[in-house]
């Protein structure tokens, strides 16, 4: 059975950080390239970030590049998002995507 499992959301001030997590099971996790993608209220689907499944190319949507950073564990199974310089406009549930999806994590930015 394939799992996703986000973890590391939840609320934050602007300015401040979060690492996200999501474990991976089910399938050759090396072999896969992942991505972050999140939704904000009322809102539709936002690309994040990519990273290929040994982790040397990795891509970022214009409006976090330069302060999101997302790597891969292959021994853990297991790939980040270091969210750091948070916006409110980065509230949002973020999954982890991989063609399979998992339920998400709430981040949360306000003061």
């Known amino acids: 059975e394939v799992q996703l499992v986000e973890s590391g959301g939840g609320l934050v001030q602007p300015g401040g950080s979060l690492r996200l997590s999501c474990a991976v099971s089910g399938f050759t996790f090396k072999n896969y390239a992942m991505n972050w993608v999140r939704q904000a209220p009322g809102k539709g689907l936002e690309w994040v970030s990519y990273?290929?499944?040994?982790?040397?190319?990795?891509y970022y949507a214009d409006s976090v590049k330069g302060r999101f950073t997302i790597s891969r564990d292959n021994t853990k199974n297991t790939v980040y998002l270091q969210m750091n310089s948070l916006k409110p406009e980065d509230t949002a549930v973020y999954y982890c995507?991989?063609?399979?999806w998992g339920q998400g994590t709430q981040v949360t930015v306000s003061s």
């Open positions: 990273i290929d499944g040994g982790g040397s190319n990795t």
């Open positions: 995507n991989a063609g399979y």
